[in-house]
């Protein structure tokens, strides 16, 4: 078991998925911006595409992601239509550079949209880009997944799926607003195994109203007899100021900060006793998993999409609030499907938010995805080593560090503490009053 020092995750701190974080991004870029940086692509550069569905069948309300209701037919014919468009306004400005690798599809809940419009998306997407050959995973609700929809998959060449599992009891299920039958999870399994695809993540998450340490026990030894490739554990991050739908759920009921710790535990614990690898500080993956691969041979990453084995630098975002990733920018499309559609009908990019990086964000943020990924990170081009060591103090009088020169390693033990020292290495932090989830 880890050992808690609650003083070191007193301070709510990012997930780290950019560097910046989206706490930084402003309202001053625009269209233009990612016109230049798509120009940057070359001729042979790897490319990855994430297309976001802001749409469910079912709103749960813990969840902190950019969707609506799918509850009028038309509105996702428009959004689809629109999505279509701004896949050749990317293309066109491409003009045949770069190649794709990978393509993601999230949401919100992708198969919230019928199966012959997955289809045409693809098909779509193939016509636009040199991507034969790319990887094509997608987040799926179990709740209401058909064979029709495992039939598509296979069809379109999808070899990867994450279900949003997220706990397994009944009554946390209907505390959350997530009711979905154990037996749902279990025939979804079953379809996407038939249809051939070769790594399923299970999302769970810890910190749930009601939740002691017998409950999340008993939900991932359910999941492990459904035998999934990779689990994702979450803390639940409790927020409603800025998640209104958040309210509904009893914060009287949520687990302190100490259960919240001894849950990610009990987690690690677990989960690396039933043979799966851990992969950064809330990622598993079975030894002969992709993820694991990489996470072995040095070659892991983290992303918009979390711990990843994908080496593309540039990520190109597709849909209301797609965040796309270059070198020397982070750029985020209209939050509001309406927004986004208006952009886009209008022939433009849908670009609000985002942020110019800095060669020094550049050397931070390589940092920060060392330290996360791999242990270590080497800090000497960094400029305040010497406060960078000051606020470091108290991890290393807690034995959690180590120092080998200007090379800070992370301990066995400072798993759970891993996004609070890497909190240390971001220079927006300091002065920063924006809260963030809990460290665990």
Not at 80 to 98: F, N, P
Not at 115 to 135: E, K, V
Request: aromatic fraction near 8%; charge should be neutral.
């Amino acid at each position: 078991m880890w050992t808690y020092y609650p003083d070191l995750l007193a301070r709510p701190v990012p997930r780290y998925t950019s560097y910046p974080t989206a706490a930084e991004f402003v309202d001053t870029v625009g269209p233009a911006d990612l016109a230049d940086a798509l120009d940057t692509v070359g001729e042979g550069d790897a490319l990855s595409l994430y297309l976001h569905i802001p749409y469910c069948q079912s709103i749960c309300w813990y969840c902190g992601c950019n969707t609506g209701a799918a509850n009028r037919p038309q509105r996702l014919t428009n959004y689809l239509e629109r999505l279509e468009r701004e896949i050749q306004l990317v293309a066109d400005r491409l003009s045949g550079r770069g190649r794709v690798g990978r393509i993601a599809f999230g949401g919100g809940s992708p198969n919230a949209i019928e199966p012959a419009a997955f289809l045409r998306l693809t098909d779509r997407l193939r016509s636009a880009f040199a991507c034969d050959d790319a990887i094509l995973s997608v987040e799926l609700d179990p709740r209401g997944f058909s064979p029709a929809w495992a039939d598509a998959m296979a069809q379109a060449g999808v070899t990867r799926a994450s279900l949003g599992v997220q706990t397994l009891d009944p009554a946390i299920q209907a505390a959350i607003g997530r009711v979905q039958p154990e037996e749902d999870i279990r025939r979804t399994m079953e379809m996407l195994r038939a249809a051939g695809l070769d790594s399923i993540n299970f999302d769970l998450m810890y910190g749930l109203p009601g939740q002691d340490s017998d409950v999340p026990m008993r939900t991932m030894e359910a999941s492990l007899a459904m035998a999934p490739d990779r689990l994702a554990v979450f803390g639940y991050a409790h927020v409603p100021h800025m998640i209104p739908r958040q309210r509904r759920i009893d914060a009287n009921a949520l687990p302190g900060a100490e259960r919240r710790f001894a849950q990610a535990a009990l987690a690690h614990d677990f989960l690396t006793g039933a043979g799966y690898s851990a992969i950064g500080f809330d990622h598993f993956a079975k030894p002969g998993d992709a993820l694991a691969l990489a996470a072995a041979d040095g070659s892991l990453r983290r992303n918009f999409q979390g711990f990843t084995e994908d080496q593309a630098r540039v990520l190109i975002g597709l849909g209301a609030s797609a965040i796309s990733e270059f070198p020397a920018h982070l750029l985020q499309n209209e939050k509001n499907a309406g927004r986004y559609q208006i952009a886009v009908a209008a022939g433009r990019f849908a670009t609000a938010r985002g942020v110019g990086r800095t060669r020094q964000d550049r050397v931070r943020g390589a940092a920060i995805e060392a330290l996360l990924c791999h242990g270590s990170a080497e800090l000497t081009a960094l400029g305040d080593l010497s406060a960078i060591r000051d606020r470091l103090r108290p991890f290393a009088d807690h034995g959690l560090i180590e120092w080998q020169g200007d090379v800070l390693r992370l301990r066995r033990a400072a798993v759970p503490y891993a996004r609070a020292i890497a909190a240390t290495l971001d220079a927006y932090r300091a002065d920063s009053a924006i809260r963030f989830s809990s460290a665990v």
